[in-house]
């Protein structure tokens, strides 16, 4: 076995190593969040060990279906690698972030590494719209030297969120963090890295050597330390990973017997006596400026001593008002829908709704019930 089959196998390995740790950070029983950002980072890595492997096997390259698949999937997704080990850091430091939809911004330059498989496209596009297209030979010498120069980018997108990892590292300077010393040697794997890849790229995008490069080492001296740095992210990562910090529940205090005895008679006078109910704009902000209550102290009376929402409570009353509505229909022949409106309702639906919720029937069920109850006219 030459130095080139053993390092091609160890290219492999890297991506097997890869892709199981990265399903073990996933479905392990802790299932936090560090654990699912550092998944989905190593897997990014591991496909760029796939992609190496691919396109150094002849079975694929020689193969024209393969071969085409390879350049149309996309398997080096390098640019998001630097916002998800940045987040890494935070999320293991500090239990409560959350990635937030502003923040998902981090990870559009990923569009970068899928040009070659946009140009790919694009040329094939034109060539069946019989627009003129470059010759074959020229296009794929336009996507090689996209490749070289796109790294330039990714090995700069890294560099800066290692920069930002170490900076909030220092900022928090939490040593008493059981994760702390994980995340420096986190940052300090990143940063070798970095220095190879450095190293390596300098006379790589150089047009003059970028073929004797390739020519000489391949991408052995970049690929080789990054299967070292994926098996050292799985392991030590997963026997580091935090136990996301189970949810607490926020517990509410009952309200007092004294707030009870002082909220509860204005509650029901402003209903019972001055009928707020009947204002279908009625809301706890009016509420609250009619009884002289603060807000939040209607809200816990109604939640915690009377187990009713706001609505509920302002509901029930208009449901009742409805009821006695039903008492003049023969004599002012009102509709229910005109009924549910008078009683302070301004919606058909929350009217159904919560009449139904207050009575278990409908409103036109419980019309027909009383009005069987009522004695019959005698005949004239």
Not at 163 to 186: C, D, G, I
Not at 313 to 333: P, T
Not at 358 to 369: A, C, D, L, Q
């Given at each position: 076995?030459?130095?080139?089959?053993?390092?091609?196998?160890?290219?492999?390995?890297?991506?097997?190593?890869?892709?199981?740790?990265?399903?073990?950070?996933?479905?392990?029983?802790?299932?936090?969040?560090?654990?699912?950002?550092?998944?989905?980072?190593?897997?990014?890595?591991?496909?760029?060990?796939?992609?190496?492997?691919?396109?150094?096997?002849?079975?694929?390259?020689?193969?024209?279906?393969?071969?085409?698949?390879?350049?149309?999937?996309?398997?080096?997704?390098?640019?998001?690698?630097?916002?998800?080990?940045?987040f890494y850091v935070k999320s293991t430091i500090d239990p409560s972030f959350r990635i937030t939809r502003k923040q998902g911004i981090h990870f559009l330059p990923a569009i970068i590494d899928c040009g070659p498989q946009l140009s790919i496209v694009i040329y094939f596009t034109g060539a069946l719209l019989d627009f003129s297209v470059p010759a074959p030979t020229s296009?794929?010498?336009?996507?090689?030297?996209?490749?070289?120069?796109?790294?330039?980018?990714?090995?700069?997108?890294?560099?800066?969120?290692?920069?930002?990892?170490?900076?909030?590292?220092?900022?928090?300077?939490?040593?008493?963090?059981?994760?702390?010393?994980?995340?420096?040697?986190?940052?300090?794997?990143?940063?070798?890295?970095?220095?190879?890849?450095?190293?390596?790229?300098?006379p790589y995008v150089i047009p003059s050597l970028t073929d004797k490069v390739l020519n000489t080492v391949d991408w052995y001296p970049v690929y080789i330390p990054l299967v070292v740095l994926i098996y050292c992210l799985g392991i030590k990562g997963y026997l580091m990973a935090p136990e996301e910090a189970p949810a607490t529940r926020k517990v509410v205090t009952p309200?007092?017997?004294?707030?009870?005895?002082?909220?509860?008679?204005?509650?029901?006078?402003?209903?019972?006596?001055?009928?707020?109910?009947?204002?279908?704009?009625?809301?706890?902000?009016?509420?609250?400026?009619?009884?002289?209550?603060?807000?939040?102290?209607?809200?816990?009376?109604?939640?915690?001593?009377?187990?009713?929402?706001?609505?509920?409570?302002?509901?029930?009353?208009?449901?009742?008002?409805?009821?006695?509505?039903?008492?003049?229909?023969?004599?002012?022949?009102?509709?229910?829908?005109?009924?549910?409106?008078?009683?302070?309702?301004?919606?058909?639906?929350?009217?159904?709704?919560?009449?139904?919720?207050?009575?278990?029937?409908?409103?036109?069920?419980?019309?027909?019930?009383?009005?069987?109850?009522?004695?019959?006219?005698?005949?004239?």
């Open positions: 076995m030459t130095f080139a089959e053993f390092f091609h196998i160890l290219i492999l390995l890297g991506f097997l190593q890869g892709a199981i740790m990265s399903m073990l950070l996933f479905f392990s029983k802790k299932r936090s969040r560090p654990n699912r950002l550092l998944g989905t980072l190593i897997l990014f890595i591991a496909l760029a060990c796939l992609n190496l492997y691919l396109f150094e096997s002849p079975w694929f390259t020689n193969n024209p279906i393969l071969n085409l698949l390879g350049n149309l999937i996309p398997l080096v997704i390098i640019m998001p690698v630097g916002p998800l080990l940045y296009w794929g010498r336009f996507i090689d030297d996209y490749n070289v120069y796109a790294d330039i980018p990714r090995w700069g997108s890294i560099t800066v969120y290692l920069w930002l990892s170490a900076r909030y590292l220092a900022e928090v300077s939490t040593e008493k963090n059981p994760h702390y010393q994980w995340m420096r040697q986190f940052i300090r794997l990143f940063l070798v890295f970095q220095i190879i890849w450095f190293i390596y790229l300098v309200p007092s017997v004294r707030l009870v005895e002082e909220a509860e008679p204005l509650l029901k006078k402003a209903m019972e006596q001055d009928h707020l109910y009947l204002d279908p704009e009625l809301n706890l902000a009016m509420l609250s400026k009619h009884t002289g209550l603060p807000q939040k102290t209607i809200s816990l009376v109604l939640n915690q001593h009377l187990q009713k929402s706001f609505n509920e409570f302002v509901n029930g009353y208009r449901v009742e008002a409805f009821k006695q509505n039903i008492r003049q229909l023969q004599q002012d022949n009102m509709t229910i829908l005109a009924m549910a409106f008078d009683a302070g309702f301004n919606s058909q639906a929350t009217f159904q709704r919560a009449f139904r919720n207050h009575t278990g029937m409908s409103p036109r069920e419980y019309m027909n019930r009383y009005l069987e109850k009522q004695p019959k006219p005698e005949n004239e």
